[in-house]
């Protein structure tokens, strides 16, 4: 099945600092979704994005929908231990809001 | 407000068996997906139900199938299951499966096919 393109595939980094993960599609979607995955559980969203070129903020997290709708990025600042895991893009078409086209991840590990 | 409920969190199965997996979704959700998740093939969508019908299917084989009732809890089966088939299941859900609704997903099911 599809998988979106997201890179960097893993990172190392150290407490404090900030993280940028982008997502590529070959398609167009209608909203991005950026999900956190931790071992062992399931994915959790933390930012959903509606409109190309949409900048959102969580707390400490960034998000931007791609002008070309085929792409997005996510940014984390000043990280923290807890931040690691599996962060995971999905891009969703308008009227199959179930159906999600998951990218293929960014493990985050955060050296103190 | 519960959350998406997966149960049970482990199974552990041999070849040529087959499995269930139930899923209740969040009070008020009536649509149902189910995820595969892999280290090789990622996050693949298996199917949604809503309104106890099968309204979206991914590309799986035959083997995998699902049903909802009428209080929206879901079970998807994998008959003749294979060593491939272990995974983390994986099932969403939303008020209606439609628009720009947003999934919530359960902590999952681990299966494993020895």
Redesign the interface.
């Known amino acids: 099945?599809q998988?979106l393109n997201q890179s960097p595939q893993s990172m190392f980094i150290q407490e404090g600092e900030d993280v940028s993960m982008n997502c590529t599609s070959s398609s167009i979607f209608?909203?991005w979704?950026w999900?956190k995955q931790d071992p062992?559980?399931?994915?959790?969203?933390l930012i959903?994005l509606?409109k190309a070129g949409e900048l959102t903020s969580n707390g400490r997290l960034t998000a931007q929908f791609g002008t070309t709708r085929k792409d997005s990025f996510l940014n984390i600042s000043a990280s923290i231990p807890s931040d690691v895991g599996i962060y995971?893009c999905?891009g969703?078409h308008?009227?199959?809001?179930?159906?999600?086209?998951?990218?293929?991840?960014t493990r985050l590990q955060v050296m103190l | 407000k519960a959350g998406?409920t997966?149960t049970p969190r482990y199974l552990i199965k041999t070849r040529g068996q087959q499995v269930t997996l139930s899923c209740s979704p969040i009070s008020g959700h009536r649509?149902v997906?189910w995820?595969q998740q892999t280290p090789g093939?990622?996050?693949?969508?298996l199917f949604?139900y809503f309104s106890e019908t099968q309204?979206?299917k991914?590309?799986f084989p035959g083997r995998f199938s699902g049903r909802q009732f009428s209080n929206s809890r879901s079970e998807m089966n994998v008959s003749t299951l294979e060593l491939g088939d272990s995974a983390l299941y994986?099932c969403?859900s939303?008020r209606?499966?439609?628009?720009?609704?947003?999934?919530?997903?359960?902590?999952?099911t681990?299966l494993s096919v020895l």
């Open positions: 099945g998988q209608n909203t979704l999900y062992g559980e399931g994915p959790v969203l959903a509606y995971f999905a969703q308008t009227g199959t809001a179930s159906k999600l086209t998951f990218g293929t991840g | 998406v997966q649509s997906s995820y093939q990622g996050l693949q969508f949604e309204r979206n991914g590309n994986l969403a939303s209606t499966g439609q628009g720009i609704e947003k999934l919530f997903f359960g902590s999952g681990q």
